[in-house]
C-alpha cells in the first residue's frame, strides 16, 4: 500500500464548480499534513498546512480524519488559475526519519 | 521567487559522462534536500542534509553523489547514470529538519535526460 494515496484524476470542472479531493495515509504516527501545488514543468509550492480542526484560507477549506486517516481539499468558485496538480504531502517521524511524503498528486483542469 | 535557485535548468548528458547539479538558498535555513520526480510517480526524497552533515540517504544508488559544503548550497555530481534516471531533480530547503509545520521551499528543479 501507498504511504499516501491520491486519485490522479483529471478532474474537469467548469469556472465556479466546487471541487473536492481525497487523500489517505498509512502511517497513523503521521503528524503534519500539508496540501501543495505544482503547475506544469513547475516546482511544488505549498499551499496550505492541514490543521486537526479543519482551516480555510479564502476559497480553499482543508480537512482532517484522523480515525479514518485522509485529507480533503474543498476549492469553491474555481478559477482557471486553479488548473494545476494538487499535492497530498504528510509529514512523519518515524524510526528517526523525519521528512515529507508526498502524493502522486490529483490534477485539477478549470474549463471556461 | 529566487528563495532557492537551482542550475543548470534543463541538462542532457550521456552514460558515460560526468556532470554536478547545484543548489543554493537564499532564505538562511538549516536543512536541504534533494528530490526526483519521475513522470507520473511522487516526489522521491534522495538525500537529507541538515547543518552540513547528511541524515538520510533513502538507498540512493551510488552514481549520485551528495554534497554540503555549507548550509546554503548542495550539490548533486552524477556519473554513469542509466536513461532511467531521467527526471526533474529538485532541491527544498527548511529552516529545520522537516517536523511539525516547518515549510519547505523548493527550487524551480533541473530537468535531466540521460541518453
Known amino acids: 500500500r501507498k504511504e499516501v494515496e491520491q486519485d490522479p484524476g483529471p478532474f474537469n470542472v467548469p469556472e465556479g464548480a466546487t471541487v473536492a479531493f481525497n487523500c489517505t495515509y498509512s502511517n497513523s504516527a503521521s503528524q503534519s499534513f500539508f496540501w501543495y501545488r505544482q503547475d506544469c514543468r513547475k516546482e511544488p509550492k505549498l499551499l496550505m498546512s492541514v490543521y486537526s480542526s479543519g482551516n480555510e484560507d479564502g476559497r480553499f477549506t482543508a480537512q482532517l480524519n484522523r480515525a479514518s486517516q485522509y485529507i480533503s481539499l474543498l476549492i469553491r468558485d474555481s478559477k482557471l488559475s486553479d488548473s494545476a496538480t494538487y499535492l497530498c504531502v504528510v509529514n512523519t517521524r518515524d524510526t528517526g526519519r523525519r521528512a515529507l511524503t508526498f502524493g502522486s498528486g490529483t490534477r485539477l483542469q478549470v474549463q471556461p | 521567487e529566487t528563495g532557492v535557485t537551482q542550475t543548470p535548468r534543463h541538462l542532457v548528458m550521456g552514460m558515460t559522462n560526468k556532470k554536478s547539479l547545484k543548489c543554493e538558498q537564499h532564505?538562511?535555513?538549516?536543512?536541504m534536500y534533494w528530490y526526483k520526480q519521475s513522470a507520473k510517480k511522487p516526489l522521491e526524497l534522495m538525500f537529507v542534509?541538515?547543518?552540513?552533515?547528511?541524515?538520510e540517504n533513502n538507498s540512493v544508488p551510488s552514481r549520485f553523489s551528495p554534497e554540503c559544503p555549507n548550509s546554503s548550497h548542495l550539490f548533486l555530481h552524477l556519473h554513469t547514470l542509466q536513461p532511467e534516471d531521467s527526471a526533474l531533480y529538485l532541491c527544498?530547503?527548511?529552516?529545520?529538519?522537516?517536523?511539525?509545520?516547518?515549510?519547505?521551499?523548493f527550487g524551480p528543479g533541473t530537468r535531466l535526460t540521460v541518453l
Open positions: 542534509y541538515n547543518f552540513k552533515e547528511q541524515t
Open positions: 532564505l538562511g535555513h538549516n536543512a
Open positions: 527544498a530547503s527548511s529552516q529545520q529538519l522537516a517536523g511539525g509545520r516547518d515549510t519547505q521551499y
